[in-house]
C-alpha cells in the first residue's frame, strides 16, 4: 500500500497510509491530510488512484503544489516524489518491489539460484559554497530527495539576496536525487544561473558545475 512521509521543513511529522482512493490536503478540518499552516489553502491540493497510476492535483490553491521542485497543476507520481506545499512536503513512497523469489524446488533437487540484476553506482553530490555566503568553502552533501536554495527556514541551504534589503525568491531553486544523477530545477525562473546561464528549465548537473543564485555562488561536485 502507498504511504506519505509527511515533513515539515526537514523534520519528518508522521507516515500516512493511502488506503482510499483520495485523499484531500489542505489548512481544514475536512480535509484527509490537514496541515495546520495559514499558508496553505484550506483545500490545498488531493492525491488520488487512476488506472493503477497515483497522482497529485492542485485544487487551485494560493501557494501553488510543486512536485520535486517543479509547480504543477497535476502531475503523476513516482517512487520517492516529493510534493512541495508550502513548508510541507509530502514524500510519496510506493510498495518496495518484492524481489524475486527462488523458485521451489521439488524433494531431492536443488533450488535454483537467484540472480540479481548489478546495481547502478550511486554517486554523493555535494555544494560548496564559493562565494557570497556566510559559510563560504563549506560543502554541503546533498543527501536529501530534494534539497531547496532559498532565504527562509524552509531551504535547506541559504543563499544571499540582491542589495541591503537581501531581496530575492524565498526559495529559488531545488536539487533533486534521482537514479541517473541530481538534477538542478528552478523554483523561481531565470533568477538562478548554472554555467553563466539563466536557469528557465530542469537541468542534469556534473561535476564541477557552477550555480549562481542571488549575491552566491556554489561548485557542484560529484564522488564515488
Known sequence: ????????????????????????????????IVLDNATVSGHHCKLYEAGGTWFVEDLNSTNGTFVNGKKVLKAGLRNN????????????????????????????EKAPELTLPPQKVRVQGSLEVTEGGA????????????????KTAQATIQYKGSGIFNT???IAAVITMRP????LIPIKEGYATHNGNPLNEKILLNDD????????????????
Do not use: C, Q, W
Open 1 to 32: 500500500m502507498p504511504k506519505i512521509l509527511l515533513k515539515f521543513e526537514t523534520s519528518v511529522i508522521k507516515e500516512i497510509k493511502l488506503d482510499k482512493p483520495a485523499h484531500t490536503v489542505g489548512r481544514k478540518p475536512d480535509n484527509d
Open 81 to 108: 516524489d516529493s510534493i512541495g506545499v508550502v513548508k510541507y512536503f509530502l514524500i510519496f513512497i510506493t510498495d518496495a518491489a518484492a524481489t524475486p523469489a527462488a523458485a521451489e524446488a521439488k524433494p531431492g
Open 180 to 183: 541517473e544523477g541530481y538534477y
Open 168 to 170: 530575492g525568491p524565498d
Open 135 to 150: 559559510d563560504a568553502k563549506k560543502a554541503h552533501e546533498l543527501t536529501n530527495l530534494s534539497t531547496y536554495i532559498g
Open 209 to 224: 558545475d557552477m550555480i549562481a543564485v542571488g549575491a552566491t555562488k556554489f561548485r557542484f561536485f560529484v564522488k564515488k
